[in-house]
């Protein structure tokens, strides 16, 4: 299994773990350089959010990751973690059907969860 498969079922299982809603992961190392996946999913408010921020971050850092960058703060309704092969986008509801990530990257594989 290639490293950035890996990391994105590292981070589903963070984020399951969490709670999170609506866990979605695009493959779009065909059509970008930014990254291999998109990891997407929704938080019911700040604490849950934050929650599953750190369960992506703490994971991930288990197995030698970590983050480029991390967008937002403890109180955002989005936060952006860059791990270079993959972002993980952790939305408010709100959010997240504001920013619609899934409609903007058509271009890109849906993957299962379940298949990572």
Same mark, same amino acid.
């Given at each position: 299994?290639?490293?950035? +498969?890996?990391?994105? =079922?590292?981070?589903?299982? #963070?984020?399951?773990?969490?709670? #999170? ?5 695009? !493959? ?6 930014? #990254? !291999? ?30 983050? =480029?960058?991390?967008?937002?703060? +403890? ?9 270079? !092969? ?8 709100? !959010? +997240? ?5 899934? +409609? ?13």
């Amino acid at each position: 299994m290639d490293i950035s +498969r890996e990391m994105a =079922k590292t981070a589903c299982q #963070a984020l399951n773990g969490k709670k #999170a809603e609506e866990v979605r992961v695009i !493959d779009i190392s065909e059509i970008s350089p930014l #990254a !291999d996946y998109f990891v997407i999913a929704t938080g019911t408010n700040s604490n849950q959010i934050q929650a599953m921020v750190d369960a992506v971050e703490e994971e991930l850092g288990k197995q030698g990751h970590t983050a =480029k960058q991390i967008e937002g703060t +403890r109180n955002s309704s989005w936060i952006l973690m860059d791990y270079k !092969d993959i972002i993980v986008h952790i939305f408010s509801k709100e !959010d +997240r059907l504001f920013y619609d990530l899934e +409609r903007i990257w058509t271009d890109g594989k849906k993957v299962e969860t379940e298949d990572l």
